[in-house]
C-alpha cells in the first residue's frame, strides 16, 4: 500500500480491457511494448525459484512486444540491471529505459491505447505525485492499527489535500475529476487514496460526503475490485518478513535512500553466532575520568561546537546547527569505547556585546555572566553532554591569544595599515561597526549598519554611510585615521593550501564547507584586520596598539583553546598533539570560513604543532514554518521557550534531528512536530517497547523467558545487525538524520515481528505455540535493549527510562557492530510503562498561534497616519515633512527591534515614497 500498486494494477486492467484482451494473459500492442518487470525482493524464493527464472527470462525474450498483466501483481523475482536491490512498480520501455513511477506508468498505458491526458488531467497528476502522494504516507503511518480507533490525527495531515479534492468535485458537478467518465487521473488519485481510505473510515463521510461518493463510485467498478483483491492476497496473520523488508525500504524511499538488505545465508549464520555470545560479545565499558587526556592506546576525538554568542537566547535552529549535532556525535563516540572531549562556551568579547550592554544599561561582564547562566541553563535542560562549558573572558584566553599573536609578529605575518573609521566625539570613542547606523548609499535603506545593508544585503563600511549617526548619543560622527593590524592571508596561503588538500582528502568535511572553502580560496585571499578600537576584548600587546583589542574573529575560535586550558592544565595535549587527536568542529555553514581558513592560518602561521581540524561538519539552516526565527517578533520557539511547552527535551531533540538541515534548508513545522512524535516516536518506536515489555509482564510473570530460534529469528537477527551496522557507517561518517531512520527502521522490524507471530493468540495454544511465544517475547524485548542504546545519543533521558524499566544490566552501555542477547532467559524486568504521550491538533494549534508572533502595531509604537504599503492623498510640503518624520521614527524602531527583511523593506519602501513625493511638491510639480 502507499507505493500506487493498487492504481497500477486498474490501469492494466481498464487498458487491456480497452484493446479488447480481457483481464490476464498477454497481448500485443501494436510497436509500443512494455513489460511489467516484478522486481520485487522475494529473497527467501531466490534458490527455489531460480530454475523458474531462466524459463521465464528464455519466454520474456520471445514476447518482445508484450505487456504481462500477471506480472503487476508481484509474481516474479527480477531486478532492474542498474539496482542493487529489487523494486516494484517499474515499467521496462521498449528502448529498454524503465519508470518507476506508478503515475508515469499509468500515464504511459493511457497513452498507448490512445487516449492521452488532457491538460486538466495532467494537472491532477503533477498534484497527485508531488502533494497528494507525499501527504498520504505520512497520514497512513497516523492511522489506527486497530477497529474503532480515532482517525482525526491521520486526517489532520491530509486535510488540505482532501478539501481540495471535495470542492473540485463540488465545483466540476462531475462524477469523476475531470469529466463524467473515468480518466487516468481518477484511476491514479483512487490508487493513492486507497491505502488510507480504503478502510472506509467514518470521518470521510461525515467530512467530505462528495469525495467519499467519488472514492465509492471508484472502489465499486471491477477493475477497482480486482486491482484491490490482487493487493490483498497477503499470508494469513500479516506480512511475511521479506514483505517487512518491502514496507522498510519504501519509508526510506521517502528520505531519498534505500535502507533495505537481502540477508545472505552467511550473514544469518554470523548473527546466530554473535546473538549467543551474549554480554560477553560486548565491548568493555570505558569508565571516564576527568580531566580526560589523550592516551596512547585510544581513538582520541576533540570535538568543539560553534561557540554561541553570549548577547541573545538560542533558537531552535541554533541549536540543532551546533551544540546538538556534537552532542549526538560526543554521545555516539563514548558509546564506542573511543576517548571524546566535547569542548564549548560562550563567545564573550566584540561589539556585538559591548552594544547589548547599552541597550541593557549594564556593563559587559554583567551582561556576559547573565548570558552565560541562560546559555548553560538552557543546554542542560536539552541534554547536552558537554565535558567542559567555559567562557571566552578568562586569563587563559588573553595568554593563548596573545601568545598566538607574538608568533605570527615574530614570524612576520602581521602587518600595520591606517584605516578611515568614524569616531564620536561627544563619546570620544572609534565607532566599531555596530555602533553607527545611516543611510545605506546603495540602496537609500535609513537604518543600515556600518559593516551591511540589512535591505539590500551588501557590505559597505561605515565611512561611506549617507547621514551615519552614533548610536549611543545619536551625534553625527567624524572621520578619523585609526592604525590597525592586518593579517596577512595571502602570504600564508600557499601552507593553507597543502594542509587543507590533506584534512580534506583524509577527513570527513560536509559538502558545504568544502564548498565554502575553496570558494574563499578561488576569489584570492586578502590581508583580514584582527584589531578594532574597542574596551571590551583581548588587549593587544604591541607598542602602539595598547588601546586597541583583537577582533572577534580572530580571538573567538582560540576560545576552543583557552576554555580547554579552563578544563586541564595539560590542555597541549590536546591542541598540540595533531598526531594522536583527531579535531572535529560543528558549526552553520556561516562559520565555515572562520574555521576553515583564517582560524587554521592564525595556527598554522604561529609554528606551535598546534592540532588542526580534521573533520568539518556544517549543516544549512533551519527556518521556522514559513519564515525565520524572530526574537523581537516574537517567531520561533527559542531554548527558553521549548521548556515553557511541557513537551519533553528529548521529543525536542529528536525531531530537530529528524529534521536536521545536513545537506539543505530545512523547516520546523508544527503540524510535522505533532506528526513524527504521534507516528514515530508514539506508534512506532514506544509502542514496540511497550509491547515487547507487556508481554513478559502478562505471559512470562517480569521474567524473560527462554528462545528457541528458528529460521525466521534468525533472519530478523541479521537483518537487524545490518542496520546496527548502517547505523555505524553513518555516523561515523557524522550522518546524524540517516542513522535515525536506521533506528526507526529496527523499531519497524521489531513491530512487524511481533504482529506477524501475534504472541498474545500463541500464549493461549499448545505447548509447542507457547515455546513460540516466548522465544518471541524473548527476541522482542532484547530488541528493544538494543533499541535503549542506539538512542541514547539521539534521547538520552528516554534510554535512560527505557533501561531503567528493562533493568538493563550497566554492560550494555556500548554499541556493539552486532546484535546480541543483552537480557538472557530468566532475566527479570520492571514496570512498563508508555514512553512518550500524543500531541493533539488542538495543543499544537495553540502553539503555533504563541509562537507565531505579532508585526508591530502603529498604534503602540509609532502612528504615522499611513497604512504601510498605501500613500495618503496629496498633502501640503509641511504635511508631508511631518510624515516623513514620523514614518522615519517608525522604521528607526522596526530596525531597533530587529524586524525582518519584508517588514523593513515595506515601511522603508512607503518612506521613499513619502520623500519622492516630497520633492514633487517643492518642485511644484505635485
Not at 795 to 822: G, K, Y
Request: glycine content about 8%; some cysteine.
Amino acid at each position: 500500500g502507499g507505493d500506487g500498486r493498487p492504481a497500477l494494477v486498474m490501469a492494466l486492467r481498464l487498458f487491456l480491457g480497452a484493446v479488447g484482451g480481457g483481464d490476464g494473459g498477454s497481448l500485443k500492442v501494436h510497436a509500443a511494448t512494455a513489460h511489467i518487470v516484478a522486481a520485487t525482493d522475494r529473497a527467501a524464493a531466490r534458490a527455489a525459484a531460480a530454475a523458474q527464472q531462466q524459463q521465464r527470462r528464455r519466454q520474456q525474450q520471445q514476447q518482445q512486444s508484450t505487456v504481462t498483466a500477471g506480472a503487476a501483481a508481484g509474481a516474479g523475482d527480477r531486478v532492474v540491471p542498474y539496482l542493487s536491490e529489487p523494486r516494484l512498480p517499474v515499467l521496462q520501455l521498449p528502448d529498454g529505459e524503465f519508470i518507476f513511477s506508478a503515475n508515469a506508468i499509468c500515464q504511459y498505458l493511457f497513452t498507448v491505447n490512445g487516449t492521452g491526458p488532457s491538460d486538466i488531467t495532467n494537472q491532477w497528476l503533477e498534484w497527485e505525485a508531488t502533494e497528494l502522494q507525499p501527504a498520504v504516507r505520512l497520514a497512513v503511518r497516523s492511522a489506527p492499527t486497530q477497529e474503532g480507533g480515532s482517525w482525526v490525527e491521520a486526517f489532520a495531515g491530509v486535510a488540505k489535500q482532501l478539501s481540495l479534492l471535495e470542492n473540485s468535485l463540488r465545483a466540476g458537478g462531475d462524477s469523476y475529476l475531470t469529466s463524467d467518465c473515468v480518466t487516468v487521473a481518477d484511476i491514479v488519485v483512487w490508487g493513492s487514496l486507497h491505502p488510507l481510505l480504503g478502510r472506509n473510515p467514518p470521518i470521510l463521510a461525515a467530512n467530505y460526503a462528495l469525495l467519499h461518493s467519488w472514492f465509492s463510485r471508484m472502489s465499486g467498478t471491477a477493475a477497482c475490485r480486482a486491482a484491490v483483491e490482487t493487493g490483498a492476497q497477503l499470508p494469513a496473520g500479516g506480512k511475511s518478513t521479506v514483505q517487512l523488508e518491502e514496507e522498510i525500504a519504501l519509508n526510506a524511499a521517502e528520505d531519498g535512500e534505500s535502507v533495505t538488505h537481502t540477508v545472505t545465508e552467511e550473514e544469518v549464520q554470523s548473527a546466530e553466532a554473535a546473538w549467543r555470545s551474549g554480554l560477553e560479545g560486548l565491548p568493555k565499558l570505558q569508565e571516564v575520568q576527568h580531566p580526560i587526556l589523550p592516551r596512547k592506546d585510544a581513538r582520541n576525538i576533540l570535538i568543539t561546537s560553534a561557540l554561541p554568542y553570549v548577547n541573545n537566547i538560542p533558537h531552535l535552529g541554533n541549536i540543532i546547527g551546533c551544540v546538538l549535532s556534537a552532542d549526538v556525535f560526543a554521545r555516539y563516540t563514548r558509546l564506542r569505547g573511543w576517548n571524546p572531549l566535547y569542548i564549548c562556551g560562550t563567545d564573550e568579547y566584540g561589539t556585538a556585546t559591548e552594544t547589548k550592554a547599552l541597550e541593557e544599561g549594564v556593563t559587559p561582564r554583567q551582561l556576559c555572566d547573565k548570558y552565560f547562566a541562560i546559555h548553560r541553563d538552557i543546554y542542560q535542560w536539552f541534554h547536552i553532554s558537554f565535558d567542559y562549558f567555559g567562557r571566552t573572558t578568562t586569563p587563559q584566553q588573553t595568554t593563548i591569544a596573545q601568545d598566538i599573536f607574538g608568533r605570527l609578529q615574530e614570524r612576520g605575518f602581521l602587518s600595520a595599515a591606517v584605516t578611515e573609521q568614524l569616531k564620536c566625539e561627544r563619546c570620544d570613542r572609534f565607532l566599531a561597526d555596530r555602533f553607527v547606523e545611516g543611510t545605506c548609499p546603495l540602496c537609500g535603506y535609513v537604518g543600515a549598519r556600518g559593516d551591511q545593508c540589512d535591505l539590500c544585503g551588501r557590505l559597505i563600511t561605515a565611512v561611506e554611510l549617507k547621514s551615519p549617526q552614533c548610536k549611543i548619543c545619536r551625534d553625527t560622527p567624524v572621520v578619523r585615521s585609526s592604525r590597525h593590524l592586518f593579517l596577512d592571508l595571502p602570504q600564508l596561503e600557499p601552507r593553507l593550501e597543502q594542509w587543507l588538500q590533506r584534512s580534506v582528502a583524509a577527513g570527513d568535511w560536509t559538502a558545504n564547507a568544502r564548498l565554502i572553502t575553496r570558494s574563499w580560496i578561488r576569489d584570492g585571499l586578502k590581508a583580514r584586520c584582527i584589531t578594532r578600537d574597542l574596551q571590551w576584548g583581548t588587549p593587544v600587546p604591541l607598542e602602539g596598539f595598547t588601546d586597541k583589542v583583537f577582533y572577534v574573529w580572530f580571538d573567538a575560535p582560540i576560545g576552543y583553546i583557552s576554555i580547554t586550558a579552563n578544563y586541564t592544565e595539560h590542555w597541549e595535549r590536546w591542541w598540540k598533539n595533531p598526531k594522536e587527536v583527531e579535531l572535529y568542529n560543528f558549526m552553520a555553514k556561516d562559520n565555515v570560513p572562520f574555521h576553515s581558513v583564517v582560524f587554521p592560518c592564525s595556527l598554522l602561521g604561529a609554528e606551535d604543532n598546534y592540532t588542526l581540524v580534521n573533520n568539518l561538519i556544517a549543516t544549512e539552516y533551519l527556518n521556522y514554518e514559513d519564515g525565520k526565527f524572530s526574537k523581537s517578533r516574537g517567531v520561533g520557539v527559542f531554548g527558553d521557550m521549548a521548556r515553557e511547552t511541557g513537551i519533553a527535551a528529548d521529543v525536542w531533540r529528536f525531531y530537530l534531528l529528524y529534521v536536521r538541515p545536513e545537506s539543505q534548508d530545512s523547516t520546523f513545522s508544527w503540524s510535522d512536530f505533532m506528526l513524527k512524535n504521534n507516528s514515530e516516536l508514539l506508534n512506532n518506536l514506544g509502542n514496540f517497547i511497550n509491547r515487547a515489555g507487556m508481554f513478559v509482564g502478562r505471559f512470562f510473570e517480569m521474567k524473560v523467558p527462554e528462545m528457541n530460534l528458528t529460521l525466521e529469528d534468525k533472519r530478523l537477527l541479521a537483518q537487524v545487525t545490518w542496520q546496527l551496522q548502517q547505523y555505524h557507517a553513518y555516523l561515523e561518517k557524522v550522518r546524524i538524520r540517516d542513522a535515525l531512520r536506521c533506528i526507526l527502521s529496527i523499531s519497524r522490524y521489531g513491530n512487524q515481528y511481533i504482529q506477524i507471530n501475534e504472541p498474545w493468540r500463541l500464549i493461549k495454544g499448545g505447548a509447542t505455540d507457547k515455546q513460540r511465544a516466548g522465544t518471541v517475547t524473548g527476541v522482542s524485548i532484547n530488541l528493544a535493549c538494543l533499541l535503549s542504546v542506539l538512542v541514547q545519543p539521539y534521547m538520552p533521558a528516554t534510554s535512560a527510562t527505557i533501561q531503567s524499566q528493562l533493568r538493563a544490566p550497566r554492560e550494555c552501555n556500548v554499541l556493539p557492530d552486532t546484535f546480541v542477547c543483552f537480557l538472557p532467559a530468566g532475566h527479570r524486568v520492571g514496570n512498563i510503562t508508555p514512553l512518550f504521550q500524543k500531541l493533539d491538533t488542538q495543543r499544537i494549534d495553540e502553539l503555533r498561534t504563541k509562537y507565531s508572533g505579532q508585526k508591530p502595531c502603529p498604534a503602540t509604537t509609532v502612528d504615522t497616519g499611513v497604512k504601510s504599503g498605501s500613500l495618503p492623498p496629496v498633502q501640503t510640503k509641511a504635511e508631508l515633512e511631518e510624515l516623513i518624520r514620523r514614518q522615519g521614527n517608525r522604521v528607526r524602531e522596526l530596525k531597533a527591534q530587529r524586524a525582518a527583511k519584508a517588514d523593513l523593506a515595506g515601511e522603508i519602501s512607503l518612506l521613499l515614497d513619502l520623500k519622492n513625493r516630497l520633492q514633487l511638491v517643492t518642485a511644484g510639480q505635485g
